[in-house]
């Protein structure tokens, strides 16, 4: 365990490393990106954006710049340049929210996709898995804005069922899900397509190994050998994957959902950025994820060791 | 007169393949009594396993149909609803296969494997059962039972692995106990122990066992009836002496013929059968073994009865046209079987 | 579609004298040492490491898969090499087709040094040795044709590629297979025409020698009678040597001039092979001879077998001394505290063993050290006596 814990952590450092190394490079080759300019206002003079880039320090050498951007972040002083605003104040605000929106729809998704994915399995060719792996392919392949403006039109303008974006704080639970239950759907309906599919088709391999057999001619019911031995040991390839995309979305993926939903987390802040160029958000965005994928990639792997005793953790 | 357990008639399987009807088992029928060994013996695709396998229903699907019948202890098998079936299933006849790694759940404990199993059919605690489980490891020669009933599969050496497959299937006391190819995967010293094992539970004369391979040296060192397969069907059938010493079908010649025997001076060439097992989407017509059969002749051409001689042992029976007389003139199972000739009545 | 709806195929090799052959007692040249080795190892090891550690990984251990073997091979025969698994036989045929690179010892192959060769240098062996593996079904590419998985090791060295077609035509006639077949894919035979394939492309370069990786255990009965006879035709035609690997002895003994019984990872007997089954000396070649049943119920109930218990320890941490002592029920102290050496009796016979069985006291008497002997054993012979430096006879 001490030698997992501690080779993840060196990992961890170097994926943080050369994440913002290269985040931070792809701005310097950008032709034409001048950030001194864009903080000084449309307006400044020359002078101006001169004495901004001297108090910003950009006309220093890269890694200068770099390792002073480095400081300002892990110092918590960092902030955006558009509206001067703490960057790293605004993720620990935003966060809120993205988890709102992220651990449900996870929830949401993995516990759906397992269901369908069971059913599709067990009913495999028949019309039941047809129609299911039918609208698989469609949850995959609808892009999220399209389907996020299409849930909103008719639940939300046409129908009014659900309110018209917006987020309400989990102080008050019920307005708090009642306004995410759209946002929630969008984000979990490309996963469950992906998730079932990837599923269903574990499934039908692990139904045909040989411990299945044994277990039925055990004497198990049909249901306690699905359950205890062909599911548990389909779930295996779902739990990395979900880790992943569940990491992703902590880090920010979810910004198209934020954006079109109006919610205020770290991914719609983001997208703000990206829209600007503004370096210290997409920055801190970028080492957040990576963040989550090595925490997420480590907390899987100890999951899979606990279900598969032949794994072990190095 | 030993009970009768398990009575085997006319068992046909077919599956429905995108090739064609597959006929994995035509016309099986043999029977089975407490504290004795049937082996059934035969190649890659004679149907051994699948007829084994129906008899726990585990050939049971959407593109298998059955035909016949498998009566234990009166009560028919292959007609019995799933839910009859998972309570006879591992309580009164029980399997061990044959490659012990893979049969085995690799994410459960083998003593709670051992657990499930004993849980299914009673109504005991978990301890109680986990208790047995030690036990029944232990019976099976596995040491320190109570710290390995707590390992995981991969932690067991490939003998172990079986051993624990065989507490598994004692763990109930079965009349009928399969065993389907148990030591192939196994090296030959530890074969050794585990047909040792298999041996005292017969002789015990607790189970009757129906041991499946493929391997004639095990065969004789283990079995006291003996069904020889070939292509789906039942060529042959008899005790174990009158198939080794006395054989009337020329797929046993040929079998008997072509096994490699290590206490002989080898000879110049080893004996074998020429051509390839048959195709079951597409068998010949007739005999199945007709293609590759040196003593074919125009009566082939039709499926010949599995049937006794007039004046053998009514027990003893084969599916071949040639007449008595023929087979003796005919019959040449090579220097391998030494005794076949000394012995050979008539 | 399953393999067995490929037609059967006329089979030269196998249809018309099989059964009439069998009563004759094949001919073997007598096995003899003095030939020129074709190949031949020398104090051979193969350790693979065992690593960990909590950043860098380290060498914490060692398998010990091949731990000093010498044998070799006289150009034209057969050394059969059986132990059970993980004893260390597949590594050996790995080493000696150097597929692996040997940790210590040395590997001549025509009186060149291969041990350590690179894989540059090692070109004009590998057309001179070949490997055919155990499982015919993965050693095959399944998305290649038999055409181009017989074809490509002659691509590969160079012949044009009409004259490599006619050649591969040959060889797949030479092996029992229908030429027309060039165009199948592997999944459209059986499981004995697959090995023919594998066989195939082992010939294809001429090779002097082929290395068989246990090539009939995945095999149905009488299938293996007809691939062993495939092999025999083989080697008499184009006047192959071949290491046969086995998991028993009961295949080994019919295509062996010598066999050799390993052990975790050391050979414990070394002998020519008609010898062997009717005077084993060392308790393991007894137990592995007695471990399998012979298939005539009447000599088998006959049969006093010696059957021992246990299994084969951990090759990472193998015993001490004589490896097999834990599991012998002949086991002294001698046995847990000095590595016997090979013991050399009559013709060339050889075994490492304190407690010989199937031997006189005469026979005992006159045993030498043998050279092949590992550097770590002892110098105690079985006679009770120490044997005098450098009394090996030179190998």
Known sequence: MARFVARRLLSALALLFATSVVVFGIFEVIPSYNPARAIAGRNANATTVQQVAQKFGFNKPFYAQYANTMKLIFTGQVIDYQDDLNVVDQFKQRFGATLSLVIPAGLLWLLTSIVLGSISAL????????????????????????????????????????????????????????????????????????????????????????????????????????????????????????????????????????????????????????????????????????????????????????????IRLT | MAERLLEVESLQVSFATEDGLVRAVDDVSFTLDRGEVVAIVGESGSGKSVSVMTLMGLTRGNNSRFGGSARLLGKDLISASEHDLERIRGKEIAMIFQDPISSLSPVHRIGDQIVEQIRAHEDISKAAAFDRAVELMERVGIPRAADRARAYPHEFSGGMRQRAMIAMALSLSPSVLIADEPTTALDVTIQAQILEEIKQLSGSGESGVIFVTHDLGVVADIADRVIVMYGGRVVEQGTLDEIFYDPQHPYTWGLLGSITRMDREPPRRLPSIPGLPPSLVNPPEGCHFRPRCPHEFEQCPKVPGLEARVDGSPEHKDRCWLSLEEKRKRRVVGDQIGLARETVIG | MSPEDAPAQPDPTDAGHARTDAGEVRVRPEPSANGKPLISAEHLKLYFPVKSGVLIDRTIAHVHAVDDVSLELTEGQTIGVVGESGCGKSTLARCMVRLLEPTEGSLRFRDRDITHLGRR????????????????????????????????????????????????????????????????????????????????????????????????????????????????????????????????????????????????????????????????????????????????????????????????????NPPQACRFHTRCPRATDVCRTVEPPLAEYAGGHVAACHHPMSVSEDEVKRATRSSLSPLSAGRLLPNGQEAPEGSEAAA
């Open chain 1, 123 to 310: 009913r495999a060719g028949r019309i039941a898995d047809r129609t299911l792996m039918v609208l698989a392919i469609l949850g995959v392949s609808v892009p999220v804005f399209l389907l996020a403006e299409v849930l909103l039109y008719v639940f939300a303008f046409k129908t009014s069922i659900f309110p018209n974006t917006g987020y309400a704080g989990i102080s008050n639970p019920a307005q708090w899900a009642y306004h995410l239950v759209l946002p929630w759907f969008s984000i979990a309906v490309l996963s469950v397509g992906f998730y079932s599919r990837v599923l269903r088709s574990n499934l039908l391999d692990t139904v045909n190994q040989d411990f299945v057999r044994t277990a039925r001619a055990k004497g198990l019911s049909g249901r306690r050998v699905f359950v205890r031995h062909v599911l548990r040991n389909s779930l295996m390839p779902i739990i990395t994957i979900f880790g992943l995309d569940f990491a992703t979305l902590l880090g920010g993926a979810a910004l198209v959902t934020e954006a079109v939903f109006n919610i205020p987390g770290v991914g719609q802040y983001e997208a703000q950025a990206i829209g600007q160029l503004d370096v210290p958000p997409i920055l801190v965005g970028a080492m957040f994820t990576a963040f989550f994928v090595v925490l997420f990639g480590a907390l899987a792997d100890i999951l899979y060791a606990f279900l598969d005793p032949r």
């Open chain 3, 121 to 316: 240098q090692l070109s004009s062996f590998r057309t001179e040795v070949q490997l055919v593996f155990q499982d015919p079904v993965s050693s095959l590419n399944p998305r290649k044709r038999v055409g181009q998985i017989v074809g490509t090791p002659l691509r590969l060295h160079g012949m044009a590629r009409d004259k490599a077609q006619a050649r591969v035509r040959d060889l797949l006639a030479r092996v029992g297979l229908n030429p027309e077949h060039v165009n199948r894919f592997p999944h459209e035979f059986s499981g004995g025409q697959r090995q023919r394939i594998g066989i195939a492309r082992a010939l294809a370069l001429d090779p002097r020698l082929i290395v068989l990786d246990e090539p009939v255990s995945a095999l149905d009965v009488s299938i293996q009678a007809q691939v062993i006879n495939l092999l025999d035709d083989l080697q008499d035609d184009f006047g192959l040597s071949y290491v046969f690997i086995a998991h028993d002895l009961s295949v080994v003994r019919h295509v062996s001039d010598w066999i050799a019984v390993m052990y975790l990872g050391k050979i414990v007997e070394l002998s020519p092979a008609r010898e062997l089954y009717d005077k084993p000396i060392h308790p393991y070649t007894e137990a592995l001879l007695g471990a399998i049943p012979i298939p005539d119920p009447k000599e088998n109930r006959a049969r006093d077998r010696l059957v021992v218990g246990g299994e084969p320890p951990n090759p990472i």
